[in-house]
């Protein structure tokens, strides 16, 4: 397991380049809806929030590995979304 700067780093980077890459399509597509943008933005912004608060705060009676390993598959699966929704605004 990274220790949890690392953690956090890395969550805050990805989340940096989902945010480049949704304002890069809707810059350069016709077709994207501003409110959608908007929305998707907003999701992005608060997914590494949620994220990075989450690492600070280990689950009582959980042991810190399944934790962890239980939040990088939620965030994983959470950025998947993300980016199938970016992937869907062209």
Sequence with gaps: MA??????HNINRICEELFAEC???SLYSTEADRE???ALLYS???L????VCRVSHVEPGMSAKAYFRNLT???NSSVN?????????H
Excluded: M, P, W
Excluded at 3 to 8: F, G, M, S
């Design 73 to 75: 598959e939620q965030f």
């Design 3 to 8: 220790n949890r700067r690392t953690l956090k």
């Design 23 to 25: 304002i890069a399509v």
């Design 44 to 46: 992005i912004i608060k």
């Design 36 to 38: 959608n943008v908007e």
């Design 48 to 51: 590494g929030s949620d994220y």
């Design 81 to 89: 979304e993300i980016v199938d929704q970016i992937n869907n605004l």
